[in-house]
């Protein structure tokens, strides 16, 4: 090896053994703490950098060296999956109203670890808790079309909201222009064969095994894991960062979807703005491009009036059948 080796060899040594060790801390951190979908995130993106460093470090690197780091950076990532995991919200089959006979109480509410669950009877409509920290859910449904009807009321005006276990559904949650409702966050998980229209999410949108569905959102921030065959139409001034997904195809948010005035003045709503195409693949970092996402062509996207957001539509599976990436 050349001197220049050894003093590359040194150099990144020195800069990757202090950042591996500084996340390591980071990690054990969230571990003992509360993980923030941002702090996960925030710890995800530096090991990518690291990952991307080993790999242009590869050319000076000798084989027994790249073989220990490659071992730390898989530590690293095996331990943020199981964080992940951790963190991600349970899934339940919906949000319960606390009975009116109980007594109230001024201790936080119980985490769900902790929580006494209720009997699982399917209630005739999903129901929002009371907590004003649990937001708005809807989960355990197929073959529906789904509005925000479909949320018990009254709620708040600003609400995360969180999705999961969908089957062969369309999800239309845009409001009336008189309506005052806002999404602050959005969680989905363990969807497939459905299209999901929502308005301009004034926070994070992070998603979780989605299959073969359409997702159309405006968010700051956009993060999907475990996905194949989407097609996300989204307004982001950020970066959408996706991993550990295949065939995911991005267009921007159709203009056609924008119901109020917050929609047209967002720091999202202008083109010039968005970064639908900015797509981060933190399960591809190399200098070529990733081959789990594309742009959505022109001649694939859906057109502005066979978006299903008539809630008269009686056939949910055909209309499906039109919209979805893989078609039936």
Known sequence: MSETKQELTQQYYARNQAAISELSSQLESLRSGPATPEAIEKVAFEIAKLRKE???AITFLPSYDQRQVDKQLKDLEGQLESLRTAAAPKTKFAFKRKAAKAAPTTSPPATESTQTTPPAVPPPADVQSTAPT???SISGHSNSYLTLSSLSIPWSSASDLTISDLDNCIVNFLPSPDADVTFTALHARNLSNTVLV????????????MKNCVI????RQFRMHTSSD????ISIASNPIIEHCSAIRFADYPASLRRSPADN????????????LAVQDFSHIRATPSPNWSALPAEAAIRDDQWPLNSAVDDVLSTLAELLPVRG
């Open 54 to 56: 080993f790999s242009d």
């Open 134 to 136: 649990s937001g708005l």
């Open 198 to 209: 929502l308005p301009i999410i004034t926070g994070s949108a992070l998603l979780h095994d």
């Open 216 to 219: 159309a959102l405006g968010s």
């Open 230 to 233: 989407v097609d996300v139409y």
């Open 265 to 276: 003045t967002d720091e999202t709503s202008s083109k010039s703005n968005s970064n639908y």
